[in-house]
């Protein structure tokens, strides 16, 4: 029999996620990301902000203030034309 000491009740532990467990945090993950988007730009929005696709969020840690900015739009890549 192993004796367990309280050292060894504390470290942490790891676990496998199956792939379905996996896919379901992530799909959770990325719902939330967007309902927090949409209610950010709805926030935005009703206090006169303009919201584009650039439009960037930044919440204060303690939530009580936020700001927006716009990010510079990337510039179209060139295609690189080869010479014949």
């Keep these: 029999m192993v004796k367990t000491t ?11 996620l ?3 467990q ?3 945090i ?3 993950q990325q719902h939330q990301q967007a309902i927090i ?6 926030i935005a929005h009703e206090v006169g902000y ?3 696709d650039h439009t ?6 303690d939530y009580k203030v936020l700001k ?3 990010l510079a739009p990337k510039a179209p890549e060139t295609p690189v034309v080869q010479a014949k």
């Design 50 to 52: 303009t919201v584009t």
């Design 22 to 24: 996996a896919n379901l």
């Design 18 to 20: 199956s792939p379905s």
């Design 68 to 70: 927006v900015s716009e």
């Design 37 to 42: 988007a949409a209610t950010l730009s709805n």
């Design 6 to 16: 309280l050292k060894d009740k504390n470290a942490p532990k790891q676990f496998s």
């Design 26 to 28: 992530l799909f959770i």
């Design 56 to 61: 960037q969020f930044e919440l204060s840690n």
